[in-house]
């Protein structure tokens, strides 16, 4: 895995440290996570909230050498607890929702990061923000104390060769470059999965979403 992810990021002419390695450990148990630590994996990435919590609470004793990403969608009565043992939330589609983690975020803890999930792929996929709505929401989170925004994330449809799968990183990259032009920080694009984790590192990407290409197919 690293040597494919170091691969593209010669072909693309990037440093291989411009690339963040999410380890996506849905439906894996605690114990592939400690080993994937053991081998030097420190990111890992949730979809469900239950699921994360229990795997943040058996692995408590790494805590502090590990970062947990919420990359599922996340209701409204869970923003709470995951408030409270989440580092990053990559699926926040809705003020509601930023605002109810805002306020939830606990004193002792760091700021949470999140990304904006945006729906690069038209009416096929449900959640993400539509590209139109984009801006308004990205100025309303950026302003949320609690909450540091740190870019957009994408979950585009399945294409087939490299250069359809190329469309929806490079229209999200396009994105984030138009919301840096009115002056938000954002230095983050969540994009890019196992089998189109190339297309994502030439498009820009600087965090791919990886779990089969590391832990195996899922059961
Ligand atoms: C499952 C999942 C991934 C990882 O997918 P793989 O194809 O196993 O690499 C990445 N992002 C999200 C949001 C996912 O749900």
Same mark, same amino acid.
């Given at each position: 895995m690293h040597q494919r992810l170091t691969n593209a990021c010669t072909r693309a002419g990037r440093s291989a440290d411009s690339v963040t390695l999410l380890a996506v450990s849905k439906t894996q148990p605690a114990a592939a996570v400690r080993a994937a630590h053991a081998a030097g994996q420190s990111a890992f990435g949730e979809n469900y909230v239950q699921e994360g919590l229990a795997k943040i609470e058996a692995l408590a004793d790494l805590r502090p050498e590990l970062e947990w990403h919420l990359i599922g969608p996340l209701q409204s009565n869970k923003t709470r607890v995951v408030a409270e043992a989440f580092d990053w939330v990559h699926s926040i589609d809705r003020l509601k929702i930023a605002q109810r983690l805002s306020e939830q975020r606990p004193a002792w803890a760091a700021p949470l990061q999140v990304c904006l999930q945006v729906n690069v792929s038209g009416e096929g996929s449900k959640s993400g923000v539509a590209p139109a709505g984009l801006p308004a929401l990205a100025q309303a989170v950026a302003a949320l104390? $609690? +909450? $540091? +925004?740190r870019g957009l994330m994408a979950i585009p449809e399945p294409a087939g060769d490299e250069a359809a799968q190329r469309q929806p990183h490079r229209a999200l990259r396009e994105l984030l470059e138009a919301l840096r032009q009115q002056g938000l920080a954002l230095d983050t694009l969540s994009t890019g999965m196992s089998a189109d984790l190339e297309a994502a590192v030439l498009e820009g990407a600087t965090l791919v979403r990886v779990g089969t290409a590391i832990f195996g197919e899922r059961a």
């Open positions: 104390p $609690r +909450l $540091r +925004l």
